[in-house]
């Protein structure tokens, strides 16, 4: 099983279309990230969540929005995507916060906007 | 701000060790140090975190000096696929994880 999952892996869409990233773990992680990465290679946090609250919102657009139905879900929506949206989004969770361990990541999806 | 400065790149004979290492001059007694490696665009992979003693897992060792000034991670015995981009990071447990550039290690035959 695989522990942090996300859907689509791919995706290429036009500039302006709305898009949705969806991240799940079957971990029992309380914490959960989204990450960015562009074509320097650069990690990038964007937002935490804890027990579906945010708790870490980086310097990003408001067009992104995550969601977090429940602590095992971690949603991504985009809204009028631009080109410099092109990139690979990393979802990742960990255990309880405060307590020193790893972070679990998933494969990633690749967002091309054309 | 970067808390960590680690060498651009990095070759190392496959089958030989791969010792890698990290600065981390500023680092407070609090932080950790952590390793993770990223193969080839997948997920980063968490390999090891020490707080001031050395560790071993079944992955690596992480040799963090006494005055924790500086860290080297060791792969004992180097793969092809070991060739990633590996990220030093220096955190509490209650920090977000920054990744900085890293080190891109190539194992070569």
């Known amino acids: 099983d695989t522990a942090v999952s996300q859907t689509p892996k791919y995706l290429v869409t036009q500039m302006g279309n709305d898009k949705s990233i969806k991240c799940e773990q079957n971990?029992?992680?309380?914490?959960m990230y989204w990450y960015k990465q562009d074509s320097k290679k650069f990690l990038k946090i964007m937002f935490s969540?804890?027990?579906?609250?945010?708790?870490i919102n980086e310097t990003v657009p408001n067009r992104f929005s995550p969601k977090s139905p429940d602590k095992a879900h971690l949603n991504l929506h985009i809204n009028s995507l631009e080109l410099g949206d092109s990139a690979v989004y990393f979802c990742a969770s960990s255990p309880v916060r405060g307590v020193a361990g790893e972070l679990f990541f998933g494969e990633g999806s690749r967002l091309t906007v054309l | 701000d970067a808390k960590t400065t680690q060498p651009t790149s990095m070759d190392c004979a496959e089958g030989r060790a791969a010792n890698l290492p990290c600065n981390h001059s500023t680092i407070s007694g609090n932080e950790y140090v952590y390793w993770y490696r990223q193969i080839h665009s997948q997920g980063p992979q968490y390999i090891i975190h020490?707080?001031?003693n050395n560790e071993t897992n079944e992955m690596a060792s992480l040799i963090i000096t006494e005055d924790r000034k500086s860290s080297t991670l060791i792969l004992p015995h180097a793969t092809l696929r070991d060739t990633a981009v590996y990220y030093c990071?220096?955190?509490?447990?209650?920090?977000?994880?920054?990744f900085g550039p890293g080190t891109s290690l190539s194992v070569i035959p």
């Open positions: 969540y804890n027990n579906k609250e945010l708790i």
């Open positions: 971990l029992g992680h309380d914490t």
């Open positions: 990071i220096v955190k509490t447990s209650y920090d977000k994880v920054i």
């Open positions: 020490g707080l001031k």
